[in-house]
């Protein structure tokens, strides 16, 4: 038997439980693992709370990042062997599979040997925000020395993994967070320029960071209001990547910076990369070998045991954290 977070009813952390189950055997084209850790996501906190791209099928699993060793393969399987470490990058549908719990079941072609040079919990932590940003960023916008990035939520996992990325290929990372409490740890992650957006005019201080031009890129999880300010802050053929909707406020269409500086406003989920094995690949490359130079590095916020899951998700909606929530087993 193994021990696995499931809920019955969509609804805040409360409804999340541990139940005992037996974990089949890998189906062809499975791995099955022995779990040491668990990267906590908005995502799933999403999807428990019914506001997700999908429905939870009830009574649901939940979790897409996990890291530990493989303990049996399934037919077909190749390039791993039992006892590899491995971590695990989101590439399904939660209402196929779930990684929060002792032993489980993944895609084979979604699970990735990891670097040594990180533990489990790093290992844990690294795919989803990594590849999350590596994909709007990278891939689609080629992100270059020559840009200047616009990051909300900048504390986040995901915020914190693009403001590495955009060092990492010499870009400008600024940070946007709502008060100064984060600015100086901001900083010492990477961030070139912190701009409080409760305290400061945004449009204004993107102005004179960039010496008028704005920003080429802007990487939103949040929407809402705000959206037009980040379209006024936009270089002209400025793209604004839109991968989440935190804000529960409707997010108008900023139409006259739209026209006036010819912008592009994209909708963007991390399966536009995880569901191409090609750009998947190449996705991988690019983290194993940021993560392999210590370009990249995860930033673990607080980790919890697996039985303080509900402990663990509130802290998430808490919006304290600077970094990654990792669960240990």
Known sequence: MSR????????????????DL????????EVRIRVKAIGVNRAEAMFRSGQ????????????YEAAGEIESIGEGVTGFAIGDAVSVIPAFSLNQYGL???????????????PPNLSFVEAAAAWMMYVTAYGALIDIARLS??????????????????????????????????????RARLQELG???????????????VGRIT??????????PVGGPTLAKLAAASARHGIIFQ???????????????LLRNLLTIRGYVLMEITGDPARLQRAKSFVVDGLAKGALRPVIAKTFPLDQIVEAHRFLESNQQIGKIVVTV
């Open 100 to 114: 929060y719990g002792e032993l489980v079941l993944a895609p084979a072609f979604a699970v990735i040997k990891h």
């Open 145 to 182: 020395a020559a840009d200047a990035v616009l990051i909300p939520a900048a504390s986040s996992s995901v915020g914190i993994a693009a403001i590495q990325i955009a060092n990492m290929v010499g870009a400008t990372p600024i940070a946007l967070t709502r008060t100064s409490a984060k």
């Open 191 to 205: 961030a070139a320029h912190v701009i409080a957006t409760e305290e400061q005019d945004l449009v204004a201080e």
């Open 52 to 63: 997700y791209l999908e429905e939870p099928k009830l009574p649901a699993g939940l979790g």
């Open 243 to 257: 991968y989440g909707a935190l804000s529960p406020e409707p997010t108008p269409l900023p139409l006259f910076d």
């Open 4 to 19: 696995h977070v499931r809920f019955d009813k969509i609804g805040p952390p409360d409804v999340l439980h541990l139940v």
């Open 22 to 29: 037996d974990v089949p055997a890998p189906a062809a084209g």
């Open 211 to 220: 010496n008028g031009q704005g920003a080429r890129v802007t990487f939103d």
